[in-house]
């Protein structure tokens, strides 16, 4: 079984940055795709960003391209997710996924974590 928990989120102004951390536990991480999504108000769960296992191969949403860097430490089990210039459209729960292929569909991922807040004011 495998524990997925993102860590990082929080309130910053318009034009700022986060970084979002998703520590993986259990027995798999390496050798597996990992995946951002993101829940605003009123809309529906979101792609943002996925990358391979081998991290050569990422893929971002047009919302978030040159914003967003997704990366990974396979060594440490953990996912990142740099944002920088931060709207306030970005606020959302953000959530990190695992599956066997980096997709933008939520539903190829397997597990979740249970998200962070990102709040960004104007």
């Known amino acids: 079984q495998v524990q997925l928990v993102e860590s990082g989120g929080g309130l910053v102004q318009a034009g700022g940055s986060l970084r979002l951390s998703c520590a993986a536990s259990?027995?798999?991480?390496?050798?597996?795709?990992m995946g951002w999504f993101r829940q605003a108000p009123g809309k529906e769960r979101e792609f943002v960003a996925a990358?391979?296992?081998?991290?050569?191969?990422?893929y971002s949403a047009d919302s978030v391209k040159g914003r967003f860097t997704i990366s990974r430490d396979n060594a440490k089990n953990t996912v990142y997710l740099q944002m920088n210039s931060l709207k306030p459209g970005d606020t959302a729960v953000y959530y990190c996924?695992?599956?066997?292929?980096?997709?933008?569909?939520?539903?190829?991922?397997?597990?979740w974590g249970q998200g962070t807040q990102v709040t960004v004011s104007s």
């Open positions: 990358i391979s296992w081998s991290g050569t191969n990422t």
């Open positions: 259990g027995r798999t991480f390496s050798g597996y795709a």
């Open positions: 996924a695992q599956g066997p292929i980096a997709t933008f569909n939520a539903y190829d991922y397997d597990y």
